[in-house]
């Protein structure tokens, strides 16, 4: 490697992780919102669920300006989006506490796991004309993460009932639990690739600034919106 192409190396990869501290930072506060907001309860928690879930419309809608030109088809598109994120917002705010904790947590282990997977192992990509980052180890690794949760979510749900120290699974429990491990890698990861296709045509890299070194809402709610519809269409069809 020549010395000026192993400085830009090093140069660029200063420039990545020269806002670590402030994204840092901003997901420490994050979660502190959230977890207050959750320990809160109603009507602070519904508050919180509603300005999230509209400052992600409105962001959608800034990249649907972007994209469309016809208006007929930007109405369209605009009304869908509502309909997308607003039912997924009032889906959340009537789902129980644990429920909500338990969908939350699940995307957060996608996202680390599909990120460590796709950065250890590489290998193809799933659509890099849509979101170049994205593999199927990453997606591998989502369903682990996934899957990883729902067994410890299980686990602390038993013993809050039975008082049961031991995991206890079995192998058709275990199936089911990769199963949905699964459904909701996949479904988070399509909220992911819906957003990236739609910022890659509005020519932006971030829905938003709003949120210091994370872009905005829109970013950090994408793979969360069809991960919380699941949920509730899952528990609309339990007997």
């Known amino acids: 490697m020549a010395a000026g192409e192993s400085g830009a190396v090093s140069s660029g990869a200063k420039s990545k992780n020269a806002d670590l501290p402030i ?8 979660m502190s919102i959230a977890v207050a907001a959750v320990v809160a309860g109603d009507p602070w928690l519904d508050g919180f669920i509603v300005l999230v879930s509209l400052a992600t419309f409105v962001e959608f809608v800034l990249l649907i300006v972007k994209v469309t030109r016809n208006v007929p088809f930007r109405l369209a598109a605009i009304l869908a989006g509502a309909v997308y994120i607003g039912l997924a917002g009032f889906v959340l705010s009537r789902l129980p506490v644990p429920m909500i904790v338990g969908v939350i947590g699940a995307v957060i282990f996608v996202d680390t796991f599909a990120y460590g997977f ?14 170049p980052s994205k593999t199927w180890a990453g997606l591998l690794g989502g369903i682990v993460g996934a899957s990883t949760w729902l067994a410890l979510f299980v686990y602390v749900a038993a013993r809050q009932v039975s008082g049961a120290n031991t995991l206890g699974f079995e192998i058709a429990e275990i199936g089911t ?4 491990g699964a459904a909701i890698a996949v479904a988070a990861q399509s909220g992911d690739f819906f957003e990236s296709w739609l910022k890659r045509k509005a020519g932006v890299k971030d829905s938003s600034n709003l949120i210091p070194g994370h872009g905005g809402f829109f970013d950090r709610t994408d793979g969360i919106i069809p991960v919380v519809l699941l ?3 899952l528990l609309s069809s339990a007997p």
């Open 23 to 30: 994204r840092l930072l901003s997901a420490a506060v994050m």
């Open 177 to 180: 639990l990769v199963a949905m």
């Open 118 to 131: 796709g950065r250890t192992l590489g290998g193809p990509k799933i659509a890099p004309k849509i979101s």
């Open 231 to 233: 949920a509730g269409l």
